[in-house]
């Protein structure tokens, strides 16, 4: 069964500091995987996007990273601001008819001045 | 960039009308277009899948009876709520993308249904 776990499920920093989320999956076979921000009462906004041969992408201050062999990928926020609170999902699809999605239960980050 | 347009933001309704609401993508054909349902503090789950022109496919435990998606051209899909009832008050989120198998999702900005 393909799963998309990330952790942690929620996340508290001060201003100015780093941060790392965590998504782990068992999807197959892998097509790419994506990070979304979810503000609250918003649609989610994509980040990035990596495939099976790229291992680090940033956007800004977010730097993700990807790991086929383990599966895992990880978001990087350095120097958070109090706007990069929010829901971060991860969103993994398959290579197959239709390229199913699957959906990560998201970790919500609050940043605290 | 692409842009998806979800209408309305929100709407409040009387238990036991239906409501609708649209997903257009505005400068894309969107070939494939998916419905959510969120609830508070909780992750996207998808409703349906609809592509353009074919009936949408509806994930295990969704009531297609219920929930009417209609796909009717590569630029608009709907999603009607029957016969709505307080329980079926959340947050909906539509997404679309082209054929592309590596094409990124757009997602519209979802509509806040509250059934009173």
């Known amino acids: 069964k393909n799963q998309v776990e990330q952790s942690p499920q929620s996340l508290i920093i001060l201003e100015g500091k780093n941060c790392t989320l965590q998504?782990?999956?068992?999807?197959?076979?892998?097509?790419?995987l994506r990070w979304y921000k979810q503000d609250t009462g918003r649609g989610p906004v994509s980040l990035t996007i990596?495939?099976?041969?790229?291992n680090t992408k940033s956007n800004g201050r977010y730097t993700a990273t990807l790991d086929a062999d383990t599966k895992q990928s990880s978001l990087h926020i350095t120097a958070s601001q109090l706007s990069d609170s929010a829901s971060y999902i991860c969103?993994?699809?398959?290579?197959?008819?239709?390229?199913?999605?699957?959906f990560g239960g998201g970790t919500r980050l609050m940043v605290k001045p | 960039g692409a842009v998806v347009s979800q209408h309305p933001s929100w709407v409040i309704c009387k238990s036991g009308t239906s409501v609708k609401i649209e997903c257009r993508s505005l400068?894309?054909?969107?070939?494939?277009m998916f419905w959510y349902r969120q609830f508070p503090k909780q992750s996207l789950m998808l409703m349906a899948t609809?592509?353009?022109?074919?009936?949408?496919?509806?994930e295990q435990g969704v009531e297609k009876d219920k929930f009417l998606i209609n796909h009717a051209s590569l630029t608009l899909s709907t999603l009607t709520v029957t016969s709505a009832h307080p329980e079926d008050s959340s947050f909906y989120i539509c997404?679309?993308?082209?054929?592309?198998?590596?094409?990124?999702?757009?997602f519209g900005n979802g509509t806040r249904l509250t059934v009173t």
């Open positions: 997404s679309a993308r082209t054929e592309w198998a590596g094409s990124p999702l757009h």
């Open positions: 609809s592509n353009e022109g074919s009936k949408a496919t509806y």
């Open positions: 969103v993994v699809s398959a290579i197959n008819a239709g390229n199913m999605l699957t």
């Open positions: 998504c782990n999956y068992t999807v197959s076979p892998f097509s790419n």
């Open positions: 990596m495939t099976f041969s790229e």
């Open positions: 400068d894309f054909q969107a070939t494939t």
